[in-house]
């Protein structure tokens, strides 16, 4: 990699991660081990943010590419130590986040319950919001842990809960957040929906299972702008 700069780093992460969630098993294997290289190359030379961020993209990829999960815990363990000692307070929440995917993986819903707590508690400190202030990469990476977060509570059936974090980093990424960050949320946002209307449809609450549908319906379709100008491969034929 020669002396290449940490933006373009950085860059290339957020760009395999894009293309690991449209790709095929092969491809998305390929990723994770140039998503290693790039981590092993950050490591050696870049700041410590820029290190858990490399960390937590190369854990994303793995939770994309789904079988990968058992090469996770080193990875998680690293992201985890790394920003406790660099007082990197997002990155701490994010490895808690994603701990929790990890446990979800294994069937261990309680374990996935309190790794979720721990991230929420750690984003619900008040002075968070003004030492991230004005910060685009940090508002950026404070959506993607939400999201993290929003999505273990999703597949936990934890629908209301899930909603708030949604809706919290809709705050983030509306400020801080590119057409990818923001389709990347809306796409999770009809996800939550559709699962949420699905849980009401079978208790027999057909009229608030509909409002749900029509509100990810919407949601879809506010999906396209953004998604034309996201890092994700498109085909001209092929709405979002």
């Known amino acids: 990699y020669g002396e290449i700069s940490e933006a373009w780093l950085l860059g290339r992460a957020r760009e395999l991660v894009a293309v690991t969630q449209r790709s095929d098993p092969q491809t998305q294997q390929d990723i994770v081990e140039e998503m290693d290289d790039l981590?092993?190359?950050?490591?050696?030379?870049?700041?410590?943010?820029?290190?858990?961020?490399?960390?937590?993209?190369?854990?994303?990829?793995?939770?994309?590419?789904?079988?990968?999960?058992r090469d996770m815990d080193p990875l998680l363990e690293e992201l985890l130590e790394h920003s406790c000692r660099h007082n990197l307070v997002v990155m701490e929440a994010a490895a808690h986040a994603l701990w929790g995917r990890r446990h979800l993986a294994a069937g261990l819903e309680d374990e996935a319950l309190t790794e979720?707590?721990?991230?929420?508690?750690?984003?619900?400190?008040?002075?968070?919001?003004?030492?991230?202030?004005?910060?685009?990469?940090?508002?950026?990476?404070?959506?993607?842990?939400?999201?993290?977060?929003?999505?273990?509570?999703?597949e936990l059936g934890v629908y209301e809960e899930a909603d708030q974090a949604m809706a919290r980093a809709d705050v983030v990424v509306q400020t801080g957040g590119g057409p990818h960050e923001i389709a990347i949320h809306l796409f999770n946002r009809v996800r939550l929906q559709l699962g949420w209307a699905l849980r009401l449809e079978r208790v027999g609450d057909d009229r608030a299972a509909a409002d749900r549908i029509a509100t990810a319906s919407a949601m879809a379709t506010a999906a396209e702008g953004p998604?034309?100008?996201?890092?994700?491969?498109?085909?001209?034929?092929?709405?979002?």
């Open 39 to 69: 981590l092993a190359e950050t490591r050696r030379r870049a700041e410590p943010m820029t290190v858990a961020y490399l960390l937590r993209s190369a854990l994303q990829c793995r939770v994309i590419a789904g079988e990968l999960w």
């Open 116 to 154: 979720v707590a721990q991230a929420l508690a750690i984003l619900d400190d008040d002075s968070l919001a003004g030492r991230l202030a004005g910060r685009r990469d940090a508002q950026r990476v404070l959506s993607g842990v939400l999201m993290d977060i929003a999505l273990a509570l999703t």
């Open 227 to 240: 998604f034309a100008q996201s890092l994700f491969p498109r085909e001209a034929s092929r709405p979002a």
